[in-house]
């Protein structure tokens, strides 16, 4: 593998970002509390050109509580996962070694700070990283707070810690991780795996969302190092450390959040007290967020477009990347029903993504309490989204849990052999959003054909929830659509 220096001058002028905004723009004028939602498709391109190096610091943090030495293979894969990530980073890379239990200790190095990957450092970390021995709790926000503090004395503009963990977060009064991921946001990315049969999913969602990474797991242990040796190299090609969505709205409107929903949910926290939203670690890429702005339609101009918000992208540093124009959020009030009943068919289809998730966390819940039959329910109710959505990925995780006897009505018979780990996966995985039917194969088509604008749903007859205008049946009630509504 070719090993360069990192490298952050050369060639960034050839990065161009782009913007897209998908609305429905008709909002009601007689709405109690109107709300006009969008998504803004934010793309990067050129950040994997030019023979550019990283342009991180790498902090691998691995669990090593007592849970860790039984089966002896899990703390194996874990040396072998931590081993096949250090071969990969470049020469020059800022890295250390983080043992994690109910304390955090940094194991390589062995002096203050943190190491410059050569063929030495690298070789020594290896070493290092299999003489891990595992004993002890859990205090997963011990382990992150000594990863920003190693990070913070790093000027790489891309700061990133991978997080192995096999169990819960059994000693927060330690070091609470609340406050430790408020003091986190924003300093680094953080991507968190689970492995074994006791970690919970929707810990891992909670750190890889605000600090904007992502969650995984694996089945087998063996499966690890080769997951980790994926993930690193699409971080190494991540060059663009920053980019700044900017959300003005006009007089008589407010920003009520941004969030990323494409390709995982992130949450966004604007700075300082102002619309500005700071999302980090870019390659070539495409993201989507969900804006929410509330407008108030008193004494504003009927039948005609008015500006809601403009959002800008920006490069906080001056990085020398070409910017697209400022893109203008509109609204359009109108007194005719069949106009604001629609909605964008992006905004719909995340809405759709989100209530999955409620679904699956709703299930996992019920069947923690040995309410299968609640457990069953719920995983109907995701399939039958599912199928709706065209989600055919989430339908091939949740068969992993139930026999499906009809996925558009949601008939599904819970597995006997099903365990609690196995919901844990289901939680990761659904973590990350499809992006229209057809999403198997990674393809946008239905909103490709749906236009630029994304196109809109519509409601349906029979329940009046909104459903996409492509949709065969309602994913709320299963009316069948013998006509577009």
């Known amino acids: 593998m070719d090993r360069g220096t990192p490298e952050t001058g050369e060639g960034t002028a050839q990065v161009a970002v782009g913007l897209e905004i998908s609305q429905w723009k008709y909002l009601s004028s007689e709405a109690g509390d109107p709300q006009m939602h969008a998504i803004l498709s934010v793309r990067v391109d050129g950040a994997e050109g030019g023979g550019r190096g990283p342009v991180l610091a790498q902090v691998l943090a691995v669990d090593c509580s007592s849970s860790m030495t ?41 002096t203050l700070g943190m190491a410059r990957a050569d063929d030495r450092s690298r070789a020594a970390a290896e070493r290092a990283v299999h003489r891990l021995v595992a004993g002890g709790g859990t205090c997963i926000g011990a382990w992150l707070d000594l990863s920003h503090r190693l990070l913070a004395e790093q000027n790489a503009p891309i700061g990133h810690v991978l997080l192995l963990t096999d ?20 300093r680094f990315v953080c991507d968190a795996w689970g492995i074994g049969d006791g970690w919970d999913g929707r810990e891992l969602l909670r750190i890889t969302r605000r600090l904007h990474g992502s969650a ?19 971080l190494l090609t991540k060059t663009v450390p920053e980019l700044e969505i900017t959300v003005t709205p006009m007089a008589g409107a407010a920003v009520r959040y941004l969030k990323q929903v494409y390709p995982t949910e992130a949450q966004l926290i604007p700075e300082d007290g102002t619309q500005r939203f700071v999302t980090r670690a870019w390659g070539d890429e495409t993201r989507r967020y969900q804006l929410c702005l509330s407008a108030d339609p008193a004494a504003r101009p009927r039948h005609e477009d008015l500006q809601l918000a403009v959002v800008t992208i920006e490069t906080p540093g001056g990085a020398e990347v070409r910017l697209p124009p400022p893109q203008p959020c509109v609204v359009h009030w109108t007194d005719n029903p069949a106009l604001s009943a ?16 409620e679904a699956i ?3 996992t819940d019920a069947h923690r309490r040995g309410e299968r039959d609640l457990a069953e329910r719920n995983l109907g109710w995701a399939v039958r989204l599912a199928h709706a959505m ?37 939680i990761t995985a659904s973590s990350r959003s499809t992006y229209g039917p057809a999403s198997a194969t990674g393809a946008d088509s239905a909103t490709e054909a749906a236009g630029p604008g994304g196109g809109a749903a519509v409601p349906c007859p029979s329940c009046a929830r909104r459903a996409p205008a492509t949709a065969r049946f309602c994913p709320s009630c299963r009316h069948r659509f013998t006509e577009r509504p």
């Open 70 to 110: 039984w089966p002896p293979e899990k703390l194996h894969a874990a040396q072998q996962a931590a081993a096949a990530a250090i071969r990969m980073l470049s020469d020059g890379t800022p890295f250390a070694v983080v043992r994690g239990n109910e304390k955090a200790a940094v194991v390589y190095p062995d």
């Open 167 to 186: 169990g819960k977060n059994q000693h927060d009064e330690r070091m609470p991780l609340a406050e430790v991921l408020d003091n986190c946001a924003g």
């Open 216 to 234: 995984s797991s694996v089945h087998g242990e063996a499966a690890l190092p080769a997951e980790y040796e994926k993930l690193m190299e699409r």
């Open 342 to 357: 629609r909605t964008d068919a992006q905004v719909e289809h995340f809405e759709h993504h989100q209530r999955l998730g």
């Open 361 to 363: 966390a709703t299930a």
């Open 390 to 426: 065209g989600a055919d990925q989430q339908l091939g995780r949740l068969a992993r849990l139930v026999d499906i006897d009809d996925a558009r009505a949601g008939r599904v018979r819970l597995r006997s052999e099903v365990t609690a780990v196995d919901f844990e996966h289901l």
